[in-house]
């Protein structure tokens, strides 16, 4: 095979090591713009993981890259006078003038070619297209890719933060963080040591700093030069340096661009490492992909009796997914560095521990295994923290883990911090929970969770999504509600809530499993809504509500609430999300009214914040109240979670105690990006801005996840659907996996040393 690698960096050289290795018959050759001992930047970083795969290719070259590379096992984060250590990381930090130097030595000695100072144009690219093929390994400024990029279709998302790559004569122990404030704003840095060899006055360690654009701007940098660079980093970070010194190498404060491509290969040419995609500088994954791309590119080629565009495409199948989920993992490292100014509030070890799972790669569970004292403090200062809010005295031999802790919200004391998210269960008989409600909820409330919400419970009987949703409107409702509540205060820890609600335009459905579609007209009921926009195509057309349509409304929510009071419901909830009727208030894309309750997001708050007002004045005073939101409408024109900072901030002033941050189901033509934890970002944002507590909800499904939602302070509670759905004993479950030990009801005693075996 000829093969011609446009780029010689470390994606381009590996690849022509693999494949001149593979068969010495191939021609391989790579062309470069930069001369043999030029390089940009300082180190990069590899994982052990990482390594283990170069040992893997090419022993030759992963023995020479050992004898170079620094270890460490630490990350530091230090956070105003403190610093945060935690332990078992397994990384090594390597000169990236050493990687090539190695790289190209061995490419040298299997007998690639290697032309240097060939600064090639797009045009250029065309000299190469004879060869079997071409690999545009020309970094994140391809010329291969702009060449053909009505093929590759790139899209270039440009970052807000600016950042310059700096090194540091200072030799680190650990992957450092320096969180640093001046009266120009907040300076975070990124730095890690990458050589044991380095002669005195030369750098040792890559030092980034990265800040917002105000922040640079304000301090003058914007168009500074190296040397201004430099002397102002050093008088910022003196005091961590150590009477070290900063080095410059072409450093340029940047914006960082996450480059994703629609397609990988062209014909004969195909793209690899930072010219196909990027992934933030803060995880340290970019030279790693670009190699784990020549090694997938390298054995597709290998393998094939097939053709190379057979290979090429193979190479796509399996890298796109890998990348794209370092993609993901890098995008939410990279929103925590744009936002960290968010977290300054939080206490030092907080702060460490929210910056270690920023990404969701690393959690809880992970720190466990990785540095047990580490957890072991985390878990103690939560404890304390709960202790503090709560009034209970808790262990500290050993601490709970975070989701154990108990929390109080008005009189009401929650054990734990699991909670079951409302679920409708379209059982009901005119509005009335029969046994199904009772098994459903009291069977949860046994599994474990610390409080159970019972789903939507409407306020009217026009007010229902379908004829099996339950109520809370006519007398013999609050006996029925009553024996559940009852069992689940009699036999469970729990406590119990009910989330009232109106369907509006979403109302007079089948139930799910009858097909959802929209009730005939002799069993429909009339829907009403903000405005007379009905839901889809097939939809009833509701009512636009006038004054005396909400005031109407606004005494079904009092006399619900005074039967849920009733019922002896421990809080209560007031749905706002989802797109029914309070929500179709809030979203503008279903609030188009012209008064003063449409416009302005004050102006559709204004009948939400009525009913809030009124429940809470019926509702006892001692009992909380929780209001879900939908954080996001996930559609064109709709809200932002930049907007749910305004909801929760009218929320808290009327008296919410807690916003339970959900997203979505507002708008037909919405498009939520699901995903693990997806709505958690939203919850820690309110928590934090506005400083009300919150419950995160949306693909929560592991015990760990629950910890690092706690224990990062992203939310004061998580709640569980479909996961409490598939296992009612999910909390008692994630006890027993933590060695947490749980009361069990009387009845059941004889389990509670019991472990059974399900393999
Ligand atoms: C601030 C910062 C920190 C980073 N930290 C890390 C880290 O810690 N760990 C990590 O693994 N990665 C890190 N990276 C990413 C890393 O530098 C790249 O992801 C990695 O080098 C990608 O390898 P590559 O071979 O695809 O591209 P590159 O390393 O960019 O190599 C491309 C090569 O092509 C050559 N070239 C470009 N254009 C032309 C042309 N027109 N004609 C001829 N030759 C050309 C270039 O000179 C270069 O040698 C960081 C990046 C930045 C910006
Ligand atoms: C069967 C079912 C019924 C639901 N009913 C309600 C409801 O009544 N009220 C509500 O706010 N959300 C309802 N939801 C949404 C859940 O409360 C939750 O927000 C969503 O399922 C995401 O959580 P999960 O990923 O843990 O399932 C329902 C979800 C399911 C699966």
Not at 535 to 554: C, G, I
Request: hydrophobic content about 40%; proline content about 6%.
């Amino acid at each position: 095979m000829h093969i011609v690698c446009l780029g010689g960096g470390p994606a381009g050289l590996y690849l022509a090591i693999l494949m001149k290795k593979a068969d010495p018959r191939n021609r391989v050759r790579v062309i470069e713009r930069n001369r043999p001992s030029d390089t940009f930047g300082f180190g990069v970083v590899f994982s052990d993981q990482t390594l283990e795969h170069l040992r893997d290719e090419d022993a030759e070259s992963y023995d020479a890259i050992e004898r170079s590379f620094y270890h460490w096992d630490s990350i530091d984060v230090f956070y105003r006078d403190q610093v945060v250590r935690s332990c078992g990381h397994g990384f090594a930090g390597l000169g990236r003038h050493d990687l090539l130097r190695i790289l190209q030595q061995r490419a040298q000695a299997l007998g690639v070619e290697l032309e240097f100072e060939r600064d090639l144009a797009p045009h250029d690219v065309d000299a190469y297209l004879d060869a079997d093929l071409v690999v545009g390994s020309d970094g994140l400024n391809s010329v291969v890719r702009t060449r053909f990029a009505d093929a590759f279709a790139p899209q270039i998302d440009w970052r807000p933060n600016r950042f310059v790559w700096l090194g540091s004569t200072q030799p680190l122990p650990a992957f450092t963080f320096f969180f640093d404030e001046n009266e120009h704003g907040l300076w975070r840095v990124h730095a890690y040591r990458y050589t044991q060899n380095a002669a005195p006055g030369e750098p040792q360690s890559t030092f980034i700093v990265e800040c917002t654009a105000e922040t640079l701007l304000r301090a003058g940098l914007d168009q500074a030069d190296e040397d201004a660079t430099v002397a102002y980093c050093e008088a910022l970070f003196a005091p961590r340096l150590g009477g070290h010194k900063l080095c410059k190498n072409r450093s340029m404060w940047r914006s960082f661009p996450t480059v994703r491509c629609g397609t990988w290969s062209h014909k004969n040419v195909v793209l690899l490492g930072d010219a196909v995609h990027t992934a933030h500088f803060s995880i340290g994954s970019g030279t790693k992909l670009a190699m784990e791309d020549a090694i997938a590119l390298a054995k597709a080629l290998r393998s094939g009796t097939g053709s190379v565009k057979d290979a090429l495409t193979a190479y796509e199948a399996e890298r796109r997914p890998v990348v794209e989920s370092i993609q993901r993992t890098a995008q939410t490292s990279l929103e925590w560095f744009e936002h960290t100014e968010r977290f300054m509030n939080l206490e030092p070890w907080q702060f460490g521990f929210s910056l270690l799972t920023r990404s969701l790669r690393i959690t809880h569970e992970n720190l466990q295994q990785r540095d047990p004292s580490f957890i072991a403090q985390v878990n103690e200062h939560i404890a304390a923290q709960a202790e503090q809010q709560s009034g209970i005295k808790l262990s500290r031999h050993p601490a709970p883990p975070p989701m154990f802790t108990p929390l109080r919200i008005r009189d009401l004391l929650l054990p734990n911090r699991i909670a079951v998210s409302p679920m409708c269960q379209y059982s009901a008989d005119d509005g009335t929970p029969g046994e199904w409600h009772l098994v459903h909820l009291g069977s949860r409330a046994i599994g474990g969770a610390g409080l159970v919400i019972a789903e939507m419970t409407d306020v009217c009987r026009d007010g229902r999504i379908s004829p099996g949703c339950a109520g809370l409107y006519k007398p013999e409702h609050v006996p029925a509600w009553k024996r559940i509540v009852d069992f689940v205060h009699q036999h469970s820890d729990a406590k119990i809530g009910v989330q009232l609600a109106h369907a509006g335009r979403k109302g007079a459905v089948a139930r799910p499993w009858q097909g959802d579609a929209p009730l005939p007209p002799d069993e429909a009921w009339p829907l009403i809504a903000p405005s007379a926009i009905a839901w889809n195509a097939q939809s009833q057309v509701p009512r636009e509500m006038t004054r005396a349509d909400m005031l109407t409304l606004l005494s079904d929510f009092v006399s619900a609430t005074e039967m849920a009071d009733m019922a002896g419901f421990d809080l209560l909830e007031l749905h706002m999300a989802h797109g029914y009727l309070l929500s179709s208030f809030i979203s503008p894309l279903s609030n188009l009214r012209t008064d003063e309750y449409g416009g302005s997001l004050v102006n559709r708050m204004r009948f939400p914040l009525e009913v809030f007002a009124a429940v809470r004045a019926a509702w006892p005073e001692e009992k909380p109240i929780s209001v879900r939101i939908s954080a996001h409408d996930w559609a064109p024109g709709g809200l932002l979670p930049g907007d749910a900072i305004g909801i929760a901030k009218l929320l808290k002033q009327a008296g919410a105690d807690i916003v339970d941050v959900s997203s979505g189901g507002t708008a037909q033509e919405g498009r939520p990006q699901y995903g693990r934890l997806y709505q958690t970002p939203f919850a820690e944002e309110l928590r934090l801005q506005v400083g009300i507590a919150t419950m995160a909800v949306g693909n929560i499904s592991s015990y760990s996840d629950a910890n690092s939602i706690i224990a990062a302070g992203r939310a004061d509670l998580a709640l569980l659907a479909r996961a409490h759905l598939f296992d009612p004993y999910w909390t008692r479950h994630a006890a027993a996996e933590q060695g947490h030990s749980m009361r069990w009801p009387d009845p059941y005693q004889s389990v509670a040393h019991y472990k059974p075996r399900f393999k």
